[in-house]
């Protein structure tokens, strides 16, 4: 089993910033690709952005700029580097991972809050 442990979530001014992060541990073979996904108060679960083992990124359009991912595949890990945060960003934010093995599986973790306030 693969468990994703987040952390970096809280309180923000607008305008501020926050670093999200996100920890795989388990039995893990290999990470094909780690991501964040946020949902808001009664919104459906959106992709913020996704970066796979190799580096490459995609993001949600309305974000490209003021977010960024990066991954650290020795640690496992995931950070998503939010700047110029609005009040519209309030969410829970999910770490996900396609990991591989014998197949690919789909984690989540359980998610931690980030507020904006005006």
């Known amino acids: 089993q693969v468990q994703l442990v987040e952390s970096g979530g809280g309180l923000v001014q607008a305008g501020g910033s926050l670093r999200l992060s996100c920890a795989a541990s388990g039995t893990i073979f290999s990470i094909a690709d780690m991501g964040w996904y946020r949902q808001a108060p009664g919104k459906q679960r959106e992709l913020v952005a996704v970066?796979?083992?190799?580096?490459?990124?995609n993001f949600a359009d309305s974000l490209k700029g003021r977010f960024s991912i990066s991954i650290n595949n020795t640690k496992r890990t995931v950070y998503l580097q939010m700047n110029s945060l609005k009040p519209e960003d309030t969410a829970v934010y999910y770490c996900?991972?396609?990991?591989?093995?014998?197949?690919?599986?789909?984690?989540w973790g359980q998610g931690t809050q980030v507020t904006v306030s005006s």
């Open positions: 970066i796979t083992r190799a580096g490459s990124t």
């Open positions: 996900n991972a396609h990991v591989t093995g014998w197949s690919t599986k789909t984690f």
